[in-house]
Nanobody, 115 residues
Framework: QVQLVESGGGLVQAGGSLRLSCAAS????????MGWYRQAPGNQRELVAI???????NYQDSVKGRFTISRDNAKNTVLLQMNSLKPEDTATYYC?????????WGKGTLVTVSS
């Protein structure tokens, strides 16, 4: 089993920044791609950004140029730097990790962007 713990969510004004962190523990040998997803009330969960073990990244179009995903393989952590935040970024953000074909999810951290 892989355990994922997110942190860094909170309340921020539009145009501000937040930094989310996800720490993986447990059976972390063989951990693969990791990413961030988000879900707002009434919406489906959607991809924000993913990063492979080799550092290849992919972003949702709406966050390109504003968000940056990175990882530290030695620490088994993934970060999401969020800049120029907009009210539509308001959502619960979830960390996801893949290991040997299985997916693991964190409990989420709430991000609220006020206008």
């Amino acid at each position: 089993q892989v355990q994922l713990v997110e942190s860094g969510g909170g309340l921020v004004q539009a145009g501000g920044s937040l930094r989310l962190s996800c720490a993986a523990s447990g059976s972390i040998i063989g951990l693969g791609a990791m990413g961030w997803y988000r879900q707002a009330p009434g919406n489906q969960r959607e991809l924000v950004a993913i990063i492979t073990t080799g550092g290849t990244t992919n972003y949702q179009d709406s966050v390109k140029g504003r968000f940056t995903i990175s990882r530290d393989n030695a620490k088994n952590t993934v970060l999401l730097q969020m800049n120029s935040l907009k009210p539509e970024d308001t959502a619960t953000y979830y960390c996801k990790a893949a290991r040997f074909g299985r997916e693991y999810w964190g409990k989420g951290t709430l991000v609220t962007v006020s206008s």
